[in-house]
């Protein structure tokens, strides 16, 4: 029989993800940072009802070590490597096993493009 997760564990894992996320976003480099706020912000928070949704992190947290140009033209780079998650989780699921988000948007951590591909399988199967 399957055990039911009370409301007190619910939280403690949304806290124990956010928490990982935020200090990637301290101590990753730019790319890897911006990465950990986005894919937090806009995926990994966006389950159950809205109000119990954990507040996003905030950008600040990386303002204090990269401009607000390179955090700017790191988003647009972590969002065109989104863009192309649908097709990337579709590759996987249909076996055409490519490099194409590595040869397309290069300088990703390897954690980067996992959670990417993870997220195109959610994406393409939906």
Known sequence: MARMINKEEIEKRRA?????????ALSAGLLDATFAICHYNNYRRQFGPFAERP????WGVLRYRFSEGEIDDATHRVIALF????QAGDDIRERRLTDRLRLDYPGFSDNCYEATIS???FESLW
């Open 16 to 24: 124990s993800v956010r928490t990982k996320a935020e200090a990637e």
């Open 55 to 58: 507040l996003p992190i905030d």
């Open 83 to 86: 863009r192309n998650a649908y």
């Open 119 to 121: 997220q195109g399988l």
